[in-house]
């Protein structure tokens, strides 16, 4: 009985470092066909500067509804779009505070940008 003892103890090892590698941090089971975080950056940068070329004024938590992103990501992405010298930002979308809420929009920059493409 110990040696069966034994054994299932070694396959568990195995499944749980199994697991531990098919998880992320969060313990969210990985997609290895889903893109990484710069590749969904990619995408999102281009809808965002759509989405507020078509709405004008967009609050942040709707962007992030509507783009499919965390806030987290969102931040990074208004980093280098917004006018942050620290971060080299592009100058093409500017957030102010409105109330309670965050608001985007874009900057003449960024609306002669969306007018050319």
């Known amino acids: 009985m110990d040696s069966r003892l034994r054994e299932n103890d070694a396959k568990m090892g195995d499944c749980a470092r199994k697991r531990r590698c098919d998880d992320d941090a969060y313990g969210r089971r990985r997609d290895d066909d889903a893109p990484d ?3 969904t950056m990619d995408e ?3 809808r965002l500067l759509q989405l507020l070329s078509d ?3 967009v ?3 709707r962007a992030t509804k509507r783009l499919g992103v965390s806030t987290s990501e969102l ?3 208004l980093a280098s779009l917004g006018d942050d010298a620290r971060y080299d930002g592009l100058d093409l979308v500017v957030a102010r505070r409105d109330g309670e809420r965050i608001v985007l929009s874009l900057t ?3 609306r002669a ?3 050319r493409t």
């Open 113 to 115: 940008l969306c007018a």
């Open 75 to 77: 931040r990074r992405m």
């Open 59 to 61: 609050s942040m938590q």
């Open 37 to 39: 975080g710069d590749a």
């Open 108 to 110: 003449d920059k960024g």
């Open 55 to 57: 709405e004008g004024e």
């Open 44 to 46: 999102s940068v281009p």
